[in-house]
T-cell receptor
Framework: EAGVTQFPSHSVIEKGQTVTLRCDPISGHDNLYWYRRVMGKEIKFLLHFVKESKQDESGMPNNRFLAERTGGTYSTLKVQPAELEDSGVYFC???????????FGNGTRLTVT | GNSVTQMEGPVTLSEEAFLTINCTYTATGYPSLFWYVQYPGEGLQLLLKATKADDKGSNKGFEATYRKETTSFHLEKGSVQVSDSAVYFCALTLGSYIPTFGRGTSLIVHP
């Protein structure tokens, strides 16, 4: 079975530009999560989808971040316009729900200059 | 709110040394506790978990015991290998099954 895949693996953009990150969860996993890790700090929860619905978006830092999961399959996370403090590694994870383990992608390293 | 505190890294050890990575938590209730591991160039993967007090999680020679009295879940391994070099994250869930993570502890094992 294919794991969680994220694209791109790295992105370097200038402040003010737009970036879209993509996550393809494991097939059949209704639950999809986005997390972010700023250098050396905690992995912070951003939001949680169940199928195409946002179950919890309490971790989204501000309205420059927009996450979608049309059709309940892959998800995108758009940052517009990007700021310097948005730099970090963005992780996506999926699960079957309940207390089943989360399966993480390799992350997208975003650098805003 | 809920939080997880891990010891600062990096932890640098020689092969076959004993490993302890400390983790303590704060939670309003009785969480489930987890250790995740991130090998270089890969995503996080679940290493072990414990769902109630005094439970011991174990996997790949790693162990951690859920200590309610000290709100701790320290990770241990009796003899580390170079291949154990990775970043280790302690995490908890409470109610919603969405993990709250610590900041990670980097482990470097030298031959």
């Amino acid at each position: 079975e294919a794991g969680v895949t994220q694209f791109p693996s790295h992105s370097v953009i200038e402040k003010g530009q737009t970036v879209t990150l993509r996550c393809d969860p494991i097939s059949g996993h209704d639950n999809l999560y986005w997390y972010r890790r700023v250098m050396g700090k905690e992995i912070k929860f951003l939001l949680h989808f169940v199928k195409e619905s946002k179950q919890d978006e309490s971790g989204m830092p501000n309205n420059r971040f927009l996450a979608e999961r049309t059709g309940g399959t892959y998800s995108t996370l758009k940052v517009q316009p990007a700021e310097l403090e948005d730099s970090g590694v963005y992780f996506c994870a999926s699960s079957q729900g309940g207390d089943s383990p989360l399966h993480f992608g390799n992350g997208t390293r975003l650098t805003v200059t | 709110g809920n939080s997880v505190t891990q010891m600062e890294g990096p932890v640098t050890l020689s092969e076959e040394a004993f490993l302890t990575i400390n983790c303590t938590y704060t939670a309003t209730g009785y969480p489930s506790l987890f250790w995740y591991v991130q090998y270089p160039g890969e995503g996080l993967q679940l290493l072990l978990k414990a769902t109630k007090a005094d439970d011991k999680g174990s996997n790949k020679g790693f162990e951690a015991t859920y200590r309610k009295e000290t709100t701790s879940f320290h990770l241990e391994k009796g003899s580390v290998q170079v291949s154990d070099s990775a970043v280790y994250f302690c995490a908890l869930t409470l109610g919603s099954y969405i993990p709250t993570f610590g900041r990670g502890t980097s482990l470097i094992v030298h031959p």
